[in-house]
DNA sequence: CTCGATTATTAGCCGAGCCTAATATGAGGA
DNA sequence: TCCTCATATTAGGCTCGGCTAATAATCGAG
């Protein structure tokens, strides 16, 4: 009997694997088991054995030491879970007053739970839309995800104007300050100068200058086809 | 140590255990372990298990072969997930299309996923109902329940009229009759006959004649207060 | 090419929560 | 009172998904 074939519900942890595992291999490299380790928290050997379980159902495809890529299978079953994520992100901030560094613990846990009727229901609340409120694209319901070139703000040229598109942060505190200081999808960004080595990134957003650590210019992906 | 000074949060599972046994035991009577059983489809070993597990923990009192009661703390719990879950149904039906038959899974999944924050903020959208699609009343944050009293149609005399109030009904297909012939808390409702040996039950709703079965009867939770 | 460091896997354990089979308890009829 | 039957509990086992300790593979430096 194949394995591949059979197809009780993903466990929640499951899930958080192979939503772990998507997003640690860009344009399909594989993931090595310490990242997804440090990525859900977990020790390897529980990482190991894992996979070991998901590569027996056909939702990834192991090469022992040397990482994981998801199957076809896999793969859509992580884009379910993103689109879920971002949707019910979405759905928070929209409707429930939520604000975009409140919104990510309560999607984690409500993307196990909702069905995919809920999914679309809010989906359709919501208009149908791209992006999430870190502007995050939303995979369509059949697995389809836009793959828009973009440029960390740290590697666009001084002099250069630029549309903030998707901003790569998680934590809380710094969410806050981003959003404070206008710096959310959507926002125009003139970069004014870099420090040399790494360092800091100074630049105009609407009518102030704001200096930035290269770290978070990492984490600001931008739009470069708008330059002025 | 005292374990029922130890709070880690409940597990999905004792969740259910301790809604079913507030649900078994109505004004503090204790409910049984083949009730249990029956009620979450478990095997009665399973049952037997999990409540040495929950008396252990505070949650429930255990008198060996004679049933279970909630503790006070087992009670609190209880009513939280009582309160999220009805929420949870008001929220879909007000907000997101769902009708009163198909609410029921969804929120039943939700109710375990959710935040306290997001419970108050859906509660603060729908302007704190007191009850739930079904009349079902929403326990307080706080765990105060309102308790009205309330008459099973089936015992309602012949020629009184009343309010309906609540509609304990769960499979999804009587509830769409109920819908459709208008039989929803609220509404207006005249006993005409009762057929003996607890039979059929003939009912004026609005200007069309209807008549029910006796179960049915039975799972129509009226208010003889209003009669005239 | 070999050695040491890093990374991955295997071995073996645990707890939660389910199960079936076996046993114990308690309640009602003879 | 005693026996039978329904109900409850105990015994023992399983899976999932964690863990630590021990082992194996790979990689990079010399």
Redesign the interface.
């Known amino acids: 009997m194949s394995a591949a074939t059979t197809h009780d519900p993903l466990t929640r942890s499951v899930e958080d694997y192979l939503k772990a595992i998507y997003n640690l291999s860009p344009e399909g490299r594989p993931a090595s088991t310490s990242d997804i380790a440090n990525h859900l928290a977990r020790s390897a050997p529980s990482v190991s054995g894992m996979i070991k379980r998901l590569s027996e159902q056909g939702l990834l495809e192991h090469e022992p030491y040397r990482g994981v890529q998801l199957t076809a299978e896999g793969r859509r079953a992580a884009l379910r879970m993103i689109r879920r994520h971002r949707l019910i992100e979405a759905y928070?901030v929209a409707?429930?007053?939520?604000t975009w560094d409140t919104v990510h613990?309560?999607a984690e846990?409500?993307e196990?739970?909702?069905?995919d009727?809920?999914v679309e229901?809010?989906a359709d609340?919501l208009g149908n839309p791209g992006a999430d409120p870190h502007g995050e694209p939303i995979p369509s319901a059949d697995g389809v995800i836009e793959e828009v070139a973009v440029t960390p703000l740290a590697l666009v040229p001084a002099g250069e104007t630029v549309e903030l598109r998707r901003v790569e942060v998680t934590q809380p505190d710094r969410l806050r300050y981003l959003g404070s200081v206008g710096l959310r999808p959507g926002a125009t960004v003139t970069v004014l100068e870099h420090q040399p080595f790494e360092g800091p990134i100074t630049l105009r957003v609407g009518e102030q200058e704001r200096v930035i650590g290269y770290d978070l210019g990492q984490a600001l992906l931008c739009d470069r086809s708008v330059t002025r």
């Open positions: 928070l409707f429930l007053g939520y613990d309560e846990r409500l196990h739970a909702v069905s009727a809920l229901r809010m609340a």
